[in-house]
């Protein structure tokens, strides 16, 4: 066993950088775990200030000054930030206000549907096991309806907590975008000076993080718009609701379109029944879910590095397990970083195949 541990010591901690990396990883992690949620509007604001800076970057080459180019970022920033809380925000709240005050209404409608398939399909379905799955349903329903007014009271103080977030946010990335070479030197100053393998890291990381997440937004804004125009041209009720949480299943591939085909197509059953207008409801969003996995998922991340399914829902699964939406969120670029760990980790295999190819 000594010798077990030895040989794995030998072969991949050989590198006093590694050990190093290991170090700082675990650091960050306990943090992350520790300060995770009070840190939360910095790192926020670090990422959209990470990705505002390939922005800059591009009007930078288009020749626009370094100052001019910060300032049209930002400016569109704010104004979208903005737009999104000031217009987005509360039509999405007003209609799951009205989606919350006729959920007894969708809840009886589905019920009476339940009822029925014992007599439209007696060979699969009992009047037994129809009002069980109904007492379930109900039971569960009144389960969540009293865990939803104790969350209710007890997150009056989150309130606060978002409004200083809210208000934090654009703050914060303004500086941090206006002294980003500061902040790099600085960070890079608490580094070792000989980086290889944290510079091929951060390469591979760069490259992979960057083309997913700007793509991922892309994504999240084509899906949902688009997924509004069609439900608004099919009158389908709580169209903007929907289209949002349709743009933002997007971001847990395979999982989130499944999940969200529910509320989908439920609304749309309650709305019309099994009718014309529900199977044509349901034939566009799964063109929609087509289109944007075989057309626009290739087209915008043809140069980022794709993480197998069971990857990816295994991900999911840890990180969201660990912190929440936010973990689900971010468990794609999470998996990404630890792949691009494994790909650039030295061994002393990798050692002796350089030398001898050198």
Do not use: C
Not at 212 to 236: C, D, H, N
Request: glycine share 6%; no cysteine.
């Amino acid at each position: 066993m000594r010798k077990l541990l030895h040989d794995f010591y030998q072969r991949y901690f050989h590198d006093e950088e590694s050990i190093i990396l290991v170090i700082l990883l675990a650091v960050a992690l306990f943090i992350l775990w520790a300060l995770g949620e009070a840190l939360a509007p910095v790192l926020a604001a670090i990422i959209l200030a990470y990705l505002l800076q390939g922005l800059v970057s591009t009007f930078a080459r288009m020749g626009v000054s370094q100052t001019l180019a910060f300032a049209l970022v930002y400016t569109i920033f704010v104004g979208t930030f903005m737009l999104i809380l000031l217009v987005l925000l509360p039509q999405v709240w007003n209609q799951f206000g009205r989606f919350v005050n006729e959920l007894p209404r969708l809840i009886s409608q589905a019920q009476e549907a339940l009822m029925l398939l014992p007599d439209s399909y007696p060979s699969l379905f009992t009047e037994q096991q129809v009002g069980d799955l109904v007492q379930s349903v109900r039971g569960e329903l009144a389960t969540f309806g009293q865990a939803a007014v104790s969350y209710s009271i007890s997150s009056i103080p989150r309130v606060f907590s978002a409004i200083v977030f809210i208000v934090l946010v654009p703050i914060l990335v303004f500086f941090i975008m206006k002294d980003k070479n500061q902040l790099v030197e600085w960070v890079g100053n608490l580094l070792p000076r000989n980086r290889p393998l944290m510079s091929r890291i951060w390469r591979e990381m760069d490259l992979q993080l960057s083309n997913y997440i700007r793509g991922k937004a892309l994504e999240i804004f084509l899906v949902g718009s688009v997924s509004y125009i069609v439900f608004a041209l099919l009158q389908l009720d709580f169209a903007l609701l929907l289209s949002v949480l349709v743009g933002l299943s997007v971001v847990v591939p395979y999982l989130g379109a499944t999940v969200v085909t529910v509320p989908v197509l439920a609304v749309a059953y309650v709305q019309w029944g099994l009718g014309g207008e529900f199977y044509t409801v349901a034939l566009a969003y799964g063109v929609l879910q087509l289109v944007d996995g075989n057309v626009l998922v290739p087209i915008i991340f043809s140069e980022t590095n794709n993480l197998h399914p069971v990857a990816i829902i295994v991900a999911v699964l840890v990180f969201g397990s660990i912190w929440g939406f936010a973990g689900v969120f971010f468990a794609i670029p999470l998996a990404t970083f630890i792949k691009a760990i494994i790909n650039a980790w030295p061994s002393k295999v990798q050692s002796l195949i350089a030398d001898n190819g050198s």
